[in-house]
């Protein structure tokens, strides 16, 4: 596997409630994404960066926050926790975003559960 | 943007036959598809993809097809073993400007049956 890991790996928290997720990778890839995965939706794009300080949207944005101030970290954050949020998230690396660089690498996930 | 369909959603066949899951997506811009398999409690991992420039591509017993003209592509797993059980996803990259995006079908759940 990558050098990609993910903090905490579980999560139990409550609504209302603000949230972090860790993205950390060993790397020194450019591109990092998250996604969420759920029971039938498969993998869902939220943000992605494609460098320090850059980042973009994906399909299903709202109510999540990134940040991205070193190569090796990417922070996805829930500023206040739904719900609808409790799900596995996924952050995912690559060298580059097209050619045999392509690949997408993922982490070990993060199951969160909002309560 | 980018719509992936994927089919079936689940797919159940006896140890040894064959396994073909298939994707349609909507922007013929795209040019890139990947295939991860997901097993239970991992993370998705890359076993094989394809570039638009190719019709088709084989790695031992996986194989992947790409018809550009009707947006479609296939996944087939030859001599299936209790291993391939699994969820496979397809995906689909528009590289158009500054979108590098992947976009997710929602996936194939195979079971194997020694």
């Known amino acids: 596997d990558a050098g990609i890991t993910q903090s905490p790996r579980h999560k139990v928290t409550e609504t209302g409630t603000p949230v972090t997720l860790r993205c950390h990778q060993t790397?020194?890839?450019?591109?990092m994404y998250w996604y969420r995965q759920d029971p039938g939706h498969g993998l869902r794009l939220i943000h992605y960066?494609?460098?320090?300080?850059?980042?973009d949207k994906g399909e299903v944005s709202d109510g999540y926050s990134v940040s991205r101030s070193k190569t090796e970290d990417f922070l996805l954050t829930l500023e206040s926790a739904t719900s609808s949020q409790t799900s596995v998230y996924f952050c995912?690396?690559?060298?580059?975003?097209?050619?045999?660089?392509?690949?997408?690498?993922f982490g070990p996930g993060t199951r969160l559960t909002v309560l | 943007g980018e719509n992936v369909e994927q089919h079936p959603s689940t797919l159940s066949v006896q140890e040894g036959d064959s396994a073909v899951i298939k994707c349609t997506y909507s922007?013929?811009?795209?040019?890139?598809f990947p295939w991860y398999k997901q097993e239970l409690g991992k993370r998705p991992q890359l076993i094989i993809d394809?570039?638009?420039?190719?019709g088709e591509k084989k790695d031992q017993r996986i194989a992947v097809t790409l018809n550009k003209t009707a947006k479609h592509f296939s996944l087939h797993i030859t001599e299936t073993q209790p291993e391939d059980s699994a969820v496979y996803f397809c995906?689909?990259?528009?590289?158009?400007?500054?979108?590098?995006?992947?976009?997710f079908g929602k996936g194939t759940l195979l079971t194997v049956n020694p």
């Open positions: 995906a689909a990259r528009n590289s158009g400007g500054s979108n590098y995006k992947l976009t």
């Open positions: 394809i570039r638009s420039n190719v």
């Open positions: 995912a690396i690559s060298e580059s975003p097209s050619g045999r660089a392509a690949e997408q690498f």
């Open positions: 960066s494609y460098g320090v300080k850059d980042t």
């Open positions: 922007d013929s811009a795209s040019n890139y």
């Open positions: 790397e020194n890839h450019r591109y």
